[in-house]
């Protein structure tokens, strides 16, 4: 587990893939990791959700289809989209920690749980707001076709 993040010293001499971009592009492998993370943080709301004695929700059609959206959307939003799904990741991942962790103490965990699923919701609102307006998706989805 605990397994080294980086394979040595940064190589020097060598241009960046993309010039000023700071990562590279990966494209459709992108979105598609940005898709299955989207999936496991509904997962693990829907845990957070059950452990607040709160009911799952459906997965609404604009939430589903979200990582979709900003694939095709591109550019900035898609960028910020990408960061914002790794820092919800990286606040619902402890916290699911700390909240089983106390679940198995017999505590219940239903008050900190509730306060979660709360922030995991205004954190997804703030990254749903990066979608832009349905008019201008179905041009691009037009421009595809």
Do not use: C
Not at 123 to 134: D, E, K, Q
Request: zero cysteines; charged letters at 15%.
């Amino acid at each position: 587990m605990n397994a080294p993040t980086s394979f040595g010293p940064p190589l020097t001499g060598i241009a960046p893939a993309l010039p000023g971009a700071g990562r590279p592009e990966f494209g459709q492998a992108s979105a598609s990791a940005m898709s299955m993370k989207w999936s496991a943080l509904h997962d693990a709301a829907n845990v957070v959700a059950m452990l607040a004695g709160i009911a799952a929700e459906p997965m609404r059609p604009d939430v589903r289809n979200f990582p979709a959206v900003m694939r095709d959307t591109g550019g900035w939003r898609r960028d910020l989209a990408e960061q914002g799904v790794d820092d919800l990741s990286a606040i619902m991942e402890p916290g699911i920690a700390a909240l089983l962790a106390v679940n198995a103490r017999g505590i219940s965990p239903a008050a900190a749980a509730l306060a979660l699923w709360q922030e995991f919701h205004a954190a997804r609102a703030g990254l749903l707001s990066l979608a832009p307006p349905p008019e201008q998706q179905q041009a691009q989805q037009r421009r595809f076709m």
